[in-house]
Structure formats: structure tokens, C-alpha cells
């Protein structure tokens, strides 16, 4: 028995583009600002459409990556499990660029313990936190991903 793909959206999505990937994904990781969360809900809304969602923190502080500062996103996530057609199930985070392996567990574990306390004051648990990708999903794993992202690991590496 053969079963369909299932597609998660992990990259940065424009608000111009969210009535594309409405319907068409599984889940989308990369909620990481407000104003796409309420574009995804009313676009929900008028298509009968419910998008499981995961918001991406920026665990790093690192300004070449996205996502809501980690004092902020328990607003953030209160505010976005508020609104109808969207299902917030956790959160994601990219690990910081370095072969310190110290620095990434810090990442991780911050994320799983952000993830915790937003779930403590929704009242209920967040299932998914999206964490890892080829060089550290070993690490991801041991802290608690239940989402990783294994492109070169699966695929190889780019082509130029």
C-alpha cells in the first residue's frame, strides 16, 4: 500500500504568496511573524481550510535568521493560537552556524524549554518542536526534536 507525500513548509513565507501553500501543506514550520499567522487564518477562514502550524524562534540571536525573539514569543504564541483555521502544535528553530556543539544544545534546549512554558500557559501541550538539520539532528533528537530536516543527509549535496 502506497500512501501519499506529505510536504512540510520550512522556508520563510510572504505574505503574497500564503494563498499558494494554503491546503497544500501538511504542516508549516516558519510562522515567524504575526502578520503571516492572520493572513493564513482569514485565508482559512474563506476556504474552509485548518493549517497546522509551528512558530519559528530565533533561539540564536543571530540577525541572518528569522523568527520571534524567545522574550517575545509567548505573546506572539498566545496571540496566534487565538486565531480560527490555524493549529499551532510548537516550535521551530535553526541551530547557530558553528562547530561548537555546546552553543547548538543551548539552542535546542532553549527552544524545549520555551516550548514547555507557551504550552504551561495555552493549557495545553505543544507535541512538535522542528529542530535539526544534517549536521546537528543528532543533537536536535537527544533535546527533544520530534521534526528534523535532512536534505543533504537524504539527498546530497547541492548542486551549483
Known amino acids: 500500500m502506497t500512501r501519499p507525500c506529505r510536504w512540510h513548509l520550512i522556508g520563510t513565507l510572504q505574505s503574497n504568496k500564503a494563498t499558494k501553500a494554503i491546503g497544500r501543506f501538511e504542516m508549516i514550520h516558519s510562522i515567524d511573524r504575526l502578520k503571516i499567522a492572520e493572513v493564513l487564518s482569514r485565508l482559512g477562514q474563506e476556504t474552509g481550510v485548518t493549517t497546522r502550524i509551528l512558530i519559528e524562534v530565533n533561539t540564536t540571536g543571530e540577525t541572518t535568521k528569522h523568527g520571534f525573539a524567545p522574550d517575545v514569543a509567548p505573546e506572539a504564541a498566545a496571540r496566534i493560537a487565538e486565531l480560527p483555521s490555524l493549529r499551532l502544535e510548537g516550535l521551530m528553530t535553526l541551530g547557530p552556524l558553528t562547530d561548537s556543539l555546546t552553543a547548538i544544545r ?28 544534517s549536521d546537528d539532528f543528532e ?12 536534505g543533504r543527509v537524504l539527498l546530497g549535496p547541492r548542486r551549483q
Open 139 to 150: 543533537t536536535a533528537v537527544e533535546e527533544g526534536a520530534t521534526l528534523v530536516r535532512l
Open 106 to 133: 543551548r539552542s535546542f534546549q532553549s527552544l524545549f524549554r520555551l516550548n514547555e512554558k507557551i504550552g504551561d500557559s495555552l493549557g495545553r501541550a505543544l507535541p512538535h518542536l522542528s529542530m535539526g538539520m
